[in-house]
């Protein structure tokens, strides 16, 4: 898939100064945002190993219930960073590892089902699972195998393939614990890509000037809004309420698509406030940080007042019609950030950050 956005430049009778510094904004997006975020998505798939384990011992209600809510949390603390499209996390085949998104061909799915029939025991442990397929290894394979198509827990339940399946599934949640360490790691590291980021200049091979790395990172929360509205919502709102797909939506399977969604856009707002963009954005535009408050938190509103699992009631109530707003309210905070604030700012550039099935 490949999205081609273009930040609109627009001469305005009051612009900021022709040298605005954003190292300072870049500098607090990382500090105030980017390392905890990350920290936090460490410690969430931390909890993970021995959810599943403990499950696998025994399946009773209480470890059921621990791990539907170590999944849960680590998929919003991952639904906060995954717009974060440049950098380490798209080191390494990172991002996909984590969360091979979008799905809409069930590749994930056809490669666990062959996995399966071939009782392949490259799964069974993180340090062989890492050189196997991006598609098998992160929070999507693992929502496949510990969840059925009712939202129902069917980790560690017994059956022939019960110990196989606790064992890929322990191999999944320790390989998601080694790349948000290493994630957390790199952006902690004063030398690695932090530097980078906040060393723009002629020296420096990847920013030619620290304008040139703000384009990169508000490219990305552009982005972010994107995958939200285009990839997230309208595959499932179809056409009509007649031809919705619920199980499109993000995580539908476990029913965590409420979870998903708001940290998505909660992650991009509060990247966007740890900027504190309003020092450098001319007066007459300040009105955007409220519009754009607005929208983020009439968003968060239209999540909270729909019923999970959204397979079950995403026609049967007025979900559907819910999400149809949403989407038409995430495009406006896009239109918002791309047009208004961009141009407000001078920033410019296009970009692809959506390559891959």
Do not use: H
């Given at each position: 898939?490949?999205l081609?956005?273009?930040?609109?430049?627009a001469?305005f009778?009051?612009t900021p100064?022709?040298?605005?510094?954003?190292?300072?904004p870049l500098?607090?997006?990382?500090?105030?945002?980017?390392?905890?975020?990350?920290?936090?998505?460490?410690?969430?798939?931390?909890?993970?190993?021995?959810?599943?384990?403990?499950?696998?011992?025994?399946?009773?209600?209480?470890?059921?219930e621990?791990?539907?809510?170590?999944y849960?949390?680590?998929?919003?603390?991952?639904a906060?960073?995954?717009?974060?499209?440049f950098?380490?996390?798209l080191e390494?085949?990172?991002?996909?590892?984590?969360?091979?998104?979008?799905?809409?061909?069930?590749?994930v799915?056809?490669?666990?089902?062959?996995?399966?029939?071939q009782?392949?025991?490259?799964?069974?442990?993180?340090e062989?699972?890492?050189?196997?397929?991006?598609?098998?290894?992160?929070?999507?394979?693992?929502?496949?195998?510990?969840?059925?198509?009712?939202?129902?827990?069917v980790?560690?339940?017994?059956?022939?393939?019960?110990?196989?399946?606790?064992?890929?599934?322990?191999?999944?949640?320790r390989?998601?614990?080694?790349?948000?360490?290493?994630?957390?790691?790199?952006?902690s590291d004063?030398?690695?890509?932090?530097?980078?980021?906040?060393?723009?200049?002629?020296?420096?091979?990847r920013?030619?000037?620290?304008?040139e790395?703000?384009?990169?990172?508000?490219?990305?929360?552009?982005t972010?809004?994107?995958?939200?509205?285009?990839?997230?919502?309208?595959?499932?709102?179809?056409?009509?309420?007649?031809?919705?797909?619920?199980?499109?939506?993000?995580?539908?399977?476990?029913g965590?698509?409420?979870?998903?969604?708001?940290?998505?856009?909660?992650g991009?707002?509060?990247a966007?406030?740890?900027?504190?963009?309003e020092?450098?954005?001319?007066s007459?535009?300040?009105w955007?940080?409220?519009?754009l408050?607005?929208?983020?938190?009439?968003?968060?509103?239209?999540?909270?007042?729909?019923?999970?699992?959204?397979?079950?009631?995403?026609?049967g109530?007025?979900?559907?019609?819910?999400v149809?707003?949403?989407a038409?309210?995430?495009?406006?905070?896009?239109?918002?950030?791309?047009?208004?604030l961009?141009?407000?700012?001078?920033?410019?550039?296009?970009f692809?950050?959506?390559?891959?099935?």
């Open positions: 898939m490949r081609w956005v273009f930040l609109a430049v001469v009778s009051a100064a022709p040298a605005a510094d954003f190292n300072p500098e607090r997006l990382v500090s105030n945002y980017i390392q905890p975020a990350m920290a936090e998505f460490a410690a969430s798939v931390e909890t993970l190993p021995d959810a599943v384990r403990d499950i696998c011992a025994d399946n009773g209600p209480e470890a059921t621990a791990f539907r809510s170590a849960a949390g680590s998929l919003q603390a991952f906060r960073i995954q717009f974060l499209r950098g380490p996390l390494e085949d990172r991002l996909s590892r984590l969360a091979f998104l979008p799905d809409p061909r069930g590749i799915q056809r490669q666990i089902r062959k996995i399966y029939a009782e392949d025991p490259g799964v069974g442990s993180a062989s699972l890492k050189d196997k397929s991006v598609a098998v290894q992160g929070l999507p394979a693992l929502q496949l195998i510990a969840f059925d198509r009712d939202s129902e827990v980790l560690g339940r017994p059956g022939a393939e019960k110990d196989y399946t606790c064992g890929y599934a322990l191999a999944i949640a390989n998601l614990v080694a790349i948000a360490a290493d994630l957390e790691m790199t952006w004063p030398d690695g890509y932090r530097a980078l980021l906040l060393s723009g200049g002629p020296e420096n091979d920013f030619r000037t620290p304008k790395a703000m384009e990169d990172v508000f490219n990305a929360l552009v972010g809004l994107i995958i939200v509205r285009d990839q997230d919502l309208l595959p499932a709102l179809g056409t009509s309420a007649a031809k919705a797909k619920a199980n499109r939506l993000p995580f539908s399977r476990s965590n698509s409420v979870v998903y969604l708001s940290g998505e856009l909660l991009i707002q509060e966007v406030a740890s900027l504190g963009l020092e450098l954005t001319p007459d535009f300040q955007i940080f409220n519009a408050g607005f929208e983020f938190d009439n968003a968060q509103k239209l999540l909270s007042e729909l019923n999970p699992p959204l397979r079950q009631t995403f026609t109530d007025d979900s559907y019609s819910r149809s707003v949403l038409i309210t995430v495009k406006s905070l896009r239109d918002t950030m791309a047009l208004e961009a141009g407000a700012l001078e920033l410019a550039g296009g692809n950050s959506l390559d891959g099935d």
